[in-house]
């Protein structure tokens, strides 16, 4: 049967991790080491299993990374460690919110009163100790920059192929040869060759007037 920490003074909880951030690390972390740093009450060594279910220790009672990492470190650092461990520890219990949609403490009591068949007195300590560590944790912001991370990229705009602008038709040129000017001696002759569907009546009676103007010239 799994179980959860119950620490019997919640508000020491804090001053633990205090302790954790400031102090020199000792090669094991034992009730002696606890008394050194102020936690001398029988009831204190649940902070040993406290640190053990975060991560911060191991097995052998030795700091592990975990203890490493909230050395001399800020407050929003100190949280970015705290949080995904408390996610990690506790990810029955918040599966298990999730599944109720409630936060609920008397539903949190039943649950690990369920899951570990404590008593109600040590279910309502589990409860405070995840109060305490939820309190100490920015969990919210450590959610929403997990979700960041794993978002899919959002791929650029794909470039609009330019609309082709329709051209105005050309008008139709005739294949007939550009007009050409003769020297002669008299002096000069324009030969212009029009088609005929490009005529109208007035241009024609350009012409012949101009033809006329011309024999009689000659």
């Known amino acids: ?89 506790y990810l029955k219990v918040f599966q298990y919110q999730s599944e109720q949609q409630s936060t609920d403490s008397k539903v949190l009591m039943a649950f690990f009163k369920k899951e570990t068949g404590v008593s109600d007195t040590e279910s309502a300590y589990m409860v405070m100790t995840l109060q305490v560590l939820l309190d100490l944790a920015d969990l919210q912001a450590s959610v929403a920059e997990k979700e960041e991370e794993e978002a899919p990229a959002v791929p650029a705009p794909a470039e609009k192929e330019p609309v082709p602008v329709p051209q105005p038709a050309l008008p139709v040129v ?21 088609p005929a569907e490009a005529m109208d009546s007035e241009l024609r009676e350009l012409i012949k007037t101009l033809l006329r103007k011309t024999l009689q010239d000659n």
């Open 1 to 89: 049967m799994i179980t959860f920490p119950a620490v019997r003074d919640p508000g020491s909880i804090e001053l633990l991790f205090r302790n954790i951030r400031t102090h020199d690390k000792p090669d094991k972390i034992t009730t002696d080491y606890l008394a050194s740093i102020g936690f001398r009450r029988q009831p204190d060594v649940k902070l040993l299993e406290l640190l053990f279910f975060l991560g911060f220790i191991d097995s052998n009672l030795s700091p592990t990374e975990q203890w490493d990492a909230v050395k001399e470190v800020s407050d929003g650092e100190f949280k970015s460690v705290l949080s995904p461990a408390i996610q990690k520890a």
């Open 174 to 194: 005739s294949d007939e040869p550009a007009p050409g000017i003769d020297e002669l001696a008299s002096g000069v002759s324009l030969n212009i060759t029009i």
